[in-house]
């Protein structure tokens, strides 16, 4: 079925290229994933746990052992679920919140407009509703208002009425907003996850695992990881007080199809609790309960079981998209829609903005892919990319930093000049690279009005006068981690497969040590000189292709968004010939018939690699 790829390595030897290929078409050295100990690690596995080697190499090289193997192939909240007090300020927040349903307090939400802060807020929505009670909600205009509480709008929801104001998704830098709402009577909790600084803002309670007092170990939770063990916690109160002897307590795993959807779509490490939030709450979807998602999923035709890839690249982006183009609310309004008429009606609207929003991010891709090649044949040595253009959708900054980052394999950032003379940015990074530490340093120096995020990913506003001093100190600041990033192009590899290996069978042992994704990563393999036939452009930006074994087996494959690239043109002009292609499985349907199919992530020439 499959084969590892076997020699061995000398201790302090730098690993070999697997099949040779030092420099792929992506400018990648192959190496074997699974080496040194653990590798026998694999064998011990498998020989205890009675597992097939080939799961056993999978799950060592994710770093299981022989006495964790049960975490990885039934990842439970029984045995993740981390003890929500461990979090600072986690028993405060509770039973604030708690005493503020006990007392049916006017309550308000703020969230942030992506799939995350979506979730978040209909997470908070459906908890109340069990309780029979409703909350305000407050989704900033992505274009109008940007990311965060204003003292505006926080100070709006206070004149309004609410006494307790929960910011999700966002909140841990809005020290002015929130002593704005404090001064209007408001009590606020933060719940959020983006890197804060050692000041905290004037908030009642300051709920998240990556401010720099907390121990907890759960920075890689999403804003709605942590809006769920605060959830836990609040009915952990709410049980102390008896507030449950005469009503049934909410079903809080009913709600982890939300949970997945944003662990999945904020990009977060898979591991420890958000695996088994991920497990478990795709097993919910499956089930539709949740009308914003079953309406959501119709209207983009899923007719199969979801997965990791449903959540990150059909329903997420269609949700993102009410944020990136359209109305702000539009993402937390389905998710927390119990109505079928009205989810149906939301499902359409964001279906036909992320029509909008593909057509609009083309547009702006090809001039933005047009100011990077620029930049780089200026400067071929810059640690990053910095592109600026006026007239760019703010709403797209995001998408088109990944696009770039991802096409180049530098930190992008990319911001739309104002008239006012400001510009609005966002970032995307490469692996080991924090973004977000650099963008809150920038902040701190004055350099940017406003900035933070995660280390693959950050938002920032600045000044148009001050774009070169923001430039130099990027610049600076990120030569060295990326030099260190650069050199290490590696692209680790799970094994050898031939087209024939690649059948339901393998998908089916393979799902045994999911889900995948940031943290727990897809399995990799290499199907080596398999000869490619029916290679086809799509769009003028996909490739298409079959892949055939010396035994005549076959497997359909697809790159995207390669054509004009050096992957792209090798697939292109590799039509008849043999070619070590590397990439991941994933099971696809037509007509009610299952076939599994091949992402290209990379491809090399076995003659060059022999040269």
């Known amino acids: ?89 986690m028993e405060r927040a509770a039973e604030r919140f708690a005493s503020a349903i006990k007392g049916a307090e006017a309550i308000a939400v703020f969230g942030d407009y992506d799939v995350d802060g979506a979730a978040s807020v209909a997470l908070i929505e459906r908890f109340l509703r069990a309780h029979g009670q409703n909350a305000a909600t407050y989704i900033p205009d992505r274009l109008t208002e940007g990311y965060g509480p204003t003292p505006a709008a926080l100070t709006g ?58 121990l907890s170990g759960q920075g890689h939770l999403a804003a709605a990881g942590v809006v769920f063990l605060f959830l836990v ?42 695996r088994a939030f991920v497990a478990k709450g795709l097993k919910v979807m499956r089930l539709r309960h949740n009308q914003g998602l079953r309406a959501l999923a119709d ?45 149906r009606a939301i499902a359409a609207k964001l279906e036909a903005l992320n029509t909008e929003r593909r057509a609009i991010e083309e547009r702006m891709l090809e001039e933005a892919f047009a100011h990077a090649e620029a930049s780089l044949a200026a400067a071929p040595d810059r640690p990053l990319l910095f592109i600026a253009a006026e007239g760019w959708h703010k709403g797209l900054l995001g998408l088109i930093a990944g696009r770039i980052a991802d096409r180049f394999h530098l930190p992008a950032f990319v911001t739309a000049l104002e008239p006012d003379g400001t510009a609005t940015g966002s970032a995307r990074s490469i692996a080991a690279v924090d973004l977000g530490a650099a963008v809150r340093a920038a902040v701190q120096d004055g350099l940017l009005l406003k900035g933070g995020g995660h280390a693959m990913a950050a938002g920032f506003k600045l000044e148009r006068r001050k774009q070169e001093a923001v430039q130099a100190f990027l610049l600076e600041r990120l030569a060295k981690p990326v030099a260190q990033a650069v050199a290490i192009r590696h692209l680790a ?21 999911g889900p995948y994704g940031p943290g727990h990563s897809e399995p990799r393999f290499v199907f080596p000189a398999h000869r490619l036939s029916r290679v086809r452009s799509m769009k003028d930006l996909h490739i298409r ?14 790159a995207f968004r390669v054509a004009d690239t050096p992957l792209g043109t090798l697939l292109l002009k590799g039509e008849g010939l043999p070619l070590h292609v590397v990439g991941h499985l994933r099971r696809t349907s037509w007509q009610g018939r299952e076939s599994v199919e091949l992402m290209i992530e990379d491809a090399a020439d076995p003659r060059a690699s022999r040269s």
């Not at 799970?494 to 045994?512: P, V, W």
Request: net charge negative; hydrophobic share 45%.
């Open 233 to 274: 916690a609040t009915t952990r109160a709410l049980r102390r007080d008896g507030y449950y002897r005469d009503r049934a307590e909410p079903d809080l795993l009913s709600l982890l199809d939300l949970v997945a959807l944003a662990t999945v779509c904020d990009v977060v490490p898979l591991k420890d609790a958000n």
């Open 545 to 558: 292709c079959t892949l055939q074994a010396a035994d005549g087996s076959r497997i359909e494959a697809c």
């Open 493 to 513: 590899i799970d094994g050898a497969l031939s087209a024939g290996g690649a059948n339901k069978e393998l998908m089916d042992l393979l799902d045994r040590a």
């Open 157 to 214: 929801l206070a004149k309004d009425g609410a006494r307790l104001i929960l910011t999700v998704d966002c909140g841990t830098t809005a020290e002015a907003a929130i002593a704005a709402a404090n001064a209007a009577g408001a009590e606020i909790i933060v719940i959020d996850h983006h890197q804060a600084d050692e000041a905290l803002p004037p908030a009642f309670a300051v709920l998240n695992p990556n401010r720099q007092d907390d």
């Open 299 to 343: 209207v983009a035709r899923i007719d199969e079981a979801p997965t990791c890839y449903t959540l990150g690249y059909i329903l997420g982006p269609r949700i993102n998209a009410g944020g990136r183009v359209g109305a702000s609310s539009l993402g937390a309004r389905l998710l927390g829609c119990d109505d079928e008429i009205e989810a």
């Open 1 to 89: 079925m499959t084969a590892a790829l076997k020699y061995q390595m000398v201790e302090g030897e730098s690993p070999r290229a697997l099949l040779g290929v030092e420099h792929s078409a992506r400018g990648r050295r192959w190496v074997e994933r699974l080496e040194g100990a653990r590798a026998l690690a694999a064998t011990a596995i498998s020989q205890a746990h009675g597992l097939p080697e080939l799961l056993g190499r999978v799950l060592a090289a994710r770093g299981a052992e022989t006495h964790t193997v049960s975490r990885y192939l039934d990842p439970s909240l029984r045995t993740l679920l981390p003890d929500p007090a461990r979090l600072q300020d």
